[in-house]
């Protein structure tokens, strides 16, 4: 946590000593600023755009407010005081401040037109099966036993190959299905991606979404060798309640083999586990967990975080009565990260300012199902009828009703998303609630839109905490 050390003393006359008063370049104070008070008198700062977070001083934040009164007064042409100035460079740093000859929403425009287009980054979210040893009650996909073929494999080599000489990151995600189940295929596309990416001189990047079961120590260091970063795996609650919502498709039981292969797997991977939440978990239900991954020695080396269980297409409707709104959501979910906190668990679900809020709002990103089918969204793929060409087609439709259907939303030409404190964040929140699902903009804003306050208290003991603990050591 960094607090903002300006030595500025409040009392201070700006017209006794003119040698310490300098008067600026006009400034501005950022509309994404958030002030919260915490904790002994602090402040918490918080800036949407740059994801700056700070601790400040009572003496530091009514000398913020002295600075925010003058540059409101005089339209951002102030003159400031030693101390001032010292605290003006700290909130400039972090964006609080900015100079008016900027504008903030430009910047915003600016890069997320980067993101949108840019094409020297490609982000491939690869299904090699479809397959799953497992049969989650709410899973949407149909899964088959079929794995991606050597056509479709040439075919997905050859898109790359193309578009190698222009890119600087190729960035891979391994989906499913449950990918380990088809390690092989994962092996021949890496180590041809690896070759490539040594001749074209662009950095590989993977990672990749699995239940964990397979995830043994041999899979682990195997994985390690393929360039996987990061893992992350689902645990849907303790073990009686994961079980019962993630069973085998044998019928056995998968907790303790997934908390097992956690040990090794966090030991050489970064691991995020997702917990799945409906309205069928309970603070107790989460505490269990906890207290399971505790025991088994992982509570500081993984990150956790908690997804929102939502019907995302026709097949999963069932579960729709089970699901929480993100409102309702955000509410349970700063309860549980809380939670968190107080059990020693790290905290790394950060509000950080993005250039689009998903894949979908790229034009160089897709997901890529065992047939080579395109698509936009993971909770399309295998569904044939989203799809938005195939691998083998070899070129991108860009106007396809498919690719077109969620890219074509801009939460920059939204008037109610222009004027969010917390546009940098959101963009807009998800395109497929928009368009598949009809959902107003109030059911579509992130739960930061509820609980900015509650979660930002917390990342800040957590940062607090962690200080201390390293402090000791």
């Known amino acids: 946590m960094t ?25 501005k104070l950022s509309r994404y600023n958030h002030f919260q008070p915490w904790q002994g008198g602090y402040h918490i700062a918080y800036n949407a755009l740059s994801g700056a977070l700070a601790v400040m001083t009572e003496e530091n934040y009514r000398a913020y407010n002295q600075i925010a009164d003058k540059i409101n007064s005089t339209n951002g042409h102030s003159t400031f005081d030693e101390g001032e100035q010292e605290l003006l460079k700290q909130l400039e740093f972090g964006r609080f401040a900015y100079s008016a000859e900027n504008d903030e929403l430009d910047s915003i425009k600016f890069t997320n037109n980067l993101h949108r287009y840019d094409q020297t980054s490609l982000g491939l979210t690869i299904a090699p099966t479809m397959a799953c040893n497992m049969a989650c009650h709410y899973c949407y996909e149909n899964n088959t036993t079929r794995k991606m073929s050597p056509e479709v494999i040439e075919a997905l080599l050859d898109f790359i190959d193309r578009r190698a000489d222009q890119l600087r990151t190729v960035d891979i995600c391994w989906y499913g299905g449950e990918p380990l189940l088809a390690l092989d295929i994962i092996e021949d596309i890496t180590e041809s991606l690896i070759e490539l990416s040594e001749e074209k001189h662009f950095e590989y990047v993977a990672t990749m979404i699995s239940n964990g079961y397979l995830l043994t120590p041999a899979v682990v260091d195997r ?205 807009g929140g998800c395109p497929a609630q928009r368009a598949d699902r009809a959902q107003t903009e109030d059911d579509v804003c992130l739960s930061w839109k509820h609980n900015l306050g509650p979660m930002l208290n917390i990342i800040a003991a957590s940062r607090q905490q962690k200080l201390q603990a390293a402090s000791k050591e």
């Not at 607090?3 to 400034?27: E, T």
């Not at 060798?225 to 689902?234: G, P």
């Open 223 to 427: 994985l390690v060798e393929l360039r996987v970063k990061m893992v992350q795996v689902t645990l849907d609650g303790p073990a009686a309640s994961h079980n019962a919502k993630r069973p085998l498709k044998n019928g056995k039981e998968s907790f303790a083999t997934i908390i097992e292969n956690l040990k090794y797997a966090s030991t050489k991977l970064a691991i995020g586990v997702r917990v799945n939440v409906d309205k069928s978990f309970s603070l107790e239900m989460i505490r269990q967990l906890l207290g399971d991954l505790k025991a088994a020695g992982l509570e500081r080396r993984i990150g956790i975080y908690f997804g929102q269980l939502e019907p995302a297409t026709q097949a999963c409707g069932n579960i729709a009565d089970a699901c929480y709104g993100n409102a309702d959501f955000s509410n349970i979910e700063s309860e549980y990260f809380e939670l968190l906190l107080s059990e020693g668990f790290r905290i790394e679900k950060l509000p950080q300012p993005v250039g689009v809020f998903c894949m979908a709002q790229r034009i160089n990103a897709f997901v890529i199902d065992p047939e080579g089918f395109l698509y936009r969204c993971y909770n399309y793929v295998g569904d044939q009828s989203h799809a938005a060409g195939n691998i083998k087609d070899g070129v991108v439709d860009y106007q396809n009703k498919n690719f077109k259907k969620l890219f074509q939303f801009n939460a920059l030409e939204s008037q109610r998303c222009l004027n969010c404190d917390i546009l940098p964040i959101c963009l």
């Open 3 to 27: 607090d903002f050390n300006a030595n500025h003393n409040a009392n201070h006359n700006a017209n006794s000593n003119p040698n310490n008063v300098a008067n600026l370049k006009a400034k």
